[in-house]
């Protein structure tokens, strides 16, 4: 074999064990984490549940809460992948959103929000469309 | 577990795609020896993701939403710029191999060149790669998730390493001229797509206005599904684009395939024959 292939044969598992050792170390600290009990969600936090009710449904759908910092805690209670995208009024304008929510995962989401009205909604895949939707009021 | 799967499928895919054919095209042209420079390469962009994505989880948590899809939509511009340079450079240097131009060309690759592909096969894994590190962090580090989910993430990556090496030793046994039609026009299409993600991208930033539906297959063939999430990476597939995304899309699809596609046969014999 030439040099220059095993040098190149060699680079590459190099490289190939750094990636691997790197997400290693990620899931470690993982796994770590997972033998701490479940937390309950703090008051001041808005947990939100998706696709509980149905498989295209957000449960609130409807929130009421105070203008400011407000957080969001999302769990994905359905078997598919979801997302939280919060809108202005107008149902276009990305506030900011949750992607990557996969099965059985609870992510947050903190946004300012003025009074008013804003939307939340899972466009992936059409979900929005199958009712997976809701509305923000704000005072 | 299926979630995953493909939630990691669909982001290794377009990665796995260009990394594949640059590695085949460096050996159809007889450059083997530039291969580690690629592996080094795609290492590197992997650690960098991952480090990158640890660092904005454990210090800022999140991008704030500007810049997340700003950074996202200015990737993928670079991404087709370097795209498209290299379409029509392999396209030159095929035809040089071959001998169908008139005077040498110097076949060597020269360090710009080397650079030029490494950077794009650098590119193409780490705009995948941070994403995909983000996305797994909390699923990794989230007590409810069960091993099923994680299996499913990690066979969704290794699946997508396995169309890489797919393409690669595929796009290695076919012959010179297919080798660059197939992936020329592919590349073609993968970067369209990115011309309609770019746009995506930025409307959700706020910077441009990017609203409307064009046309919405969702019902049919939603693009993160299982098919879609294919189309989506090999033809810059959108079941729901907006009429700006169509038009950017087709804006860049059809001048690049016509200039592509001219090289044709019967143009070159006939200056030949002149």
Known sequence: ?139 | MLATFFLMLREGLEAALIVGIIAAYLVKIERRDALPKVIAGVGAAVGLSVALGLLITFTIGKLPLVVQETLEGLAAVLAVGVLTWMLFWMRRQGRAIKGELEHGVDLALSIGSTRALVGLAFIAVIREGVETVLFLIPILSFNGTGIDVVAGGVLGLIISVVVGWAIFAAGVRVNLRRFFTVTGTVLIFVAAGLVAFAIAEFGEGGLIANTGTAFDLNRLLPDQGPLGSVLRGLFGYRSAPTPLELAGYFAYLIPVLFLFVIDRPIIRRTAVAS
């Open chain 1, 1 to 139: 074999m030439p040099r220059t292939r095993r040098r190149g044969l060699r680079a590459g598992r190099a490289i190939g064990a750094f990636a691997l050792a790197s997400l290693a170390v990620a899931a470690c600290s993982g796994s770590a984490a997972s033998t701490a009990p479940a937390t309950p969600v703090p008051s001041g936090v808005i947990a939100v549940e998706a696709a509980k009710d149905s498989a295209y449904s957000f449960t609130p759908s409807a929130i009421t809460v105070a203008a400011g910092s407000v957080t969001f805690s999302v769990k994905n209670a359905g078997n598919e992948e979801h997302e939280f995208e919060v809108f202005k009024a107008d149902g276009t304008t990305v506030v900011d959103e949750i992607e990557g929510l996969v099965p059985g995962l609870t992510k947050s989401l903190i946004v300012t929000l003025e009074p008013g009205t804003y939307q939340f909604m899972c466009k992936l895949n059409g979900h929005d469309q199958l009712g997976m939707k809701g509305t923000i009021t704000v005072n």
